[in-house]
């Protein structure tokens, strides 16, 4: 009898031990997944979702200001600063043919940027509010912080009341994105695999990472033909802001390595051959003409375009796994 009772005690004993351990293994997963956090009782959308929302608007809104100035006024003025004015000014024309193939770019550049982010946002995030604080969390770092960093590395160029509502634009939503991300774990929740998904994807980042140390570093006169003058100011801002775009594609990699799960992957290969390809078709043939090297970029995007698209339909074939530290601890003992 006493042999059974304490036979009893060590297994009671046993099984709390292991269920505090499953608590506390629970407990520490629930610190790895976000949970949505709605504006009010009965809100239809969470925080995080009004803040995209809020995001995609105002990034629209300057996409389309530099729409109306291409289009319309022509007046490369309007982003530029005081002092800087009086050399793009000549026989009454304030931008050069220079600045406005550069404007040009850098409106399609944008155009290709905010569709592709929507994309993700809309079809890969926007019931997955984890998820949805992850792409923020990139987002941070590529297009805000960039900018903020573009911002002062061009404020001489710059018209300081341009810069001044281009950077309120990106505090609102720096702070709009930190009271969504307050309180919440950013962890992958999946291993990190190489495998033909993410070999795609890094490559990809790493083609547009060139992409953008070229833009930054080149200017002006290794992306255009265009040499009868010297670069004015508009254009060496203009360089600095499409540099941006291509470093937010390098970011948008980087979260759908990281964070997104096999099915995801493929479709965020579709959105970029996609909006590539729309890119490729609707806008280079505006621009080739003056560019300074048209097969590179032709080949680049061509590249980009075939390699993503096969990608996203091609067998997944994993080599080996990286497990986070928080993956492995929750990973039932074999």
Not at 80 to 108: F, I, N, R, W
Request: proline share 4%; net charge negative; charged share 15%.
């Amino acid at each position: 009898m006493g042999t059974n009772k304490h036979k009893r005690s060590s297994e009671r004993k046993t099984t709390s031990k292991s269920s505090g351990k499953k608590e506390e293994v629970a407990e520490e997963k629930s610190y790895d997944v976000a949970t949505p956090r709605s504006l009010a009782t009965g809100s239809l959308v969470t925080m995080s979702q009004l803040t995209s929302i809020i995001m995609i608007a105002i990034s629209f809104q300057y996409v389309w200001a530099m729409r109306q100035v291409l289009y319309e006024s022509k007046d490369c003025n309007t982003y530029l600063h005081p002092s800087a004015q009086q050399e793009t000014q000549s026989e009454g024309q304030s931008c050069s043919h220079a600045d406005l193939l550069l404007l040009m770019a850098k409106l399609h550049s944008g155009y290709i940027s905010e569709i592709l982010v929507s994309l993700i946002i809309f079809f890969l995030c926007w019931s997955e509010p984890a998820l949805l604080l992850q792409f923020h969390a990139i987002l941070c770092s590529s297009p805000l912080l960039t900018t903020v960093i573009a911002l002062q590395l061009t404020k001489d160029f710059i018209d300081p009341g341009f810069a001044g509502k281009l950077g309120m634009m990106v505090t609102i939503i720096l702070l709009l994105t930190a009271a969504s991300l307050y309180g919440s774990r950013l962890s992958p929740q999946q291993p990190i695999k190489i495998d033909v998904l993410n070999a795609t994807l890094w490559t990809a980042m790493v083609a547009f990472g060139w992409e953008a140390y070229k833009f930054f570093s080149a200017g002006p006169s290794g992306f255009l033909s265009v040499t009868q003058q010297e670069p004015s100011p508009a254009s060496l801002a203009l360089m600095a802001f499409l540099a941006i775009d291509q470093a937010t594609l390098v970011g948008i990699c980087i979260f759908g390595i990281v964070f997104l799960s096999d099915s995801s992957k493929r479709y965020l290969l579709g959105f970029i051959a996609a909006t590539h390809l729309l890119s490729q078709v609707c806008f280079m043939p505006k621009i080739r003409g003056d560019l300074a090297d048209p097969e590179y970029y032709d080949n680049f995007m061509m590249g980009i375009i075939m390699f993503t698209s096969t990608a996203s339909v091609a067998p997944s074939i994993s080599l080996f796994e990286i497990k986070t530290t928080a993956q492995e601890e929750t990973e039932p003992a074999s």
